[in-house]
C-alpha cells in the first residue's frame, strides 16, 4: 500500500495550484489519520508525503469541511516524534503545518 500513498501524494503534487481539492480527495482524507494506517513502518514516509501534499494543496479547504482534522493531524505528528526513528517525517510534516495551515485554525 505504501505505493498507493506516493502515487496518490504525486498526483495531488502536480494538482493546479488554486484547483483545490476536489470531491475525491477530500472524501479519501479522513481515512488517513487512522491510527492502523500509521502502525506499519513501510507506510510512514508515503503517508507524510501524502499528508503534506494535502496540506499544500487545500489545507483551508479541509479545515473548513472537517474541522476537526487538525486535531487528527497534530496527533500524527505526536505519533511520529515518540519514536526517533519517525522523528524526521514529524518535523516534515510540523513544517508543512506551520507554512500551509492559516493561522485562524491554531486560535481558540
Not at 30 to 41: A, I, N, V, Y
Not at 70 to 76: D, E, H, N, R, S
Not at 80 to 89: D, F, H
Request: proline letters at 8%.
Amino acid at each position: 500500500t505504501p505505493y498507493v500513498f506516493q502515487l496518490l501524494a504525486q498526483i495531488l503534487e502536480f494538482r493546479p495550484e488554486g484547483a483545490g481539492l476536489g470531491a475525491a480527495y477530500t472524501a479519501l482524507f479522513p481515512p488517513l489519520l487512522s491510527p492502523t494506517l500509521w502502525e506499519c513502518k513501510g507506510n510512514i514516509p508515503a503517508l507524510t508525503r501524502l499528508l503534506i501534499a494535502y496540506l499544500s494543496k487545500g489545507a483551508s479547504e479541509i479545515l473548513v469541511q472537517q474541522p476537526n482534522s487538525l486535531l487528527g493531524i497534530l496527533g500524527v505528528f505526536q505519533k511520529l516524534i515518540s519514536s526517533q526513528a519517525n522523528e524526521q517525517y514529524a518535523f516534515d510534516l510540523l513544517r508543512a503545518i506551520v507554512m500551509y495551515v492559516p493561522q485562524e485554525a491554531f486560535m481558540p
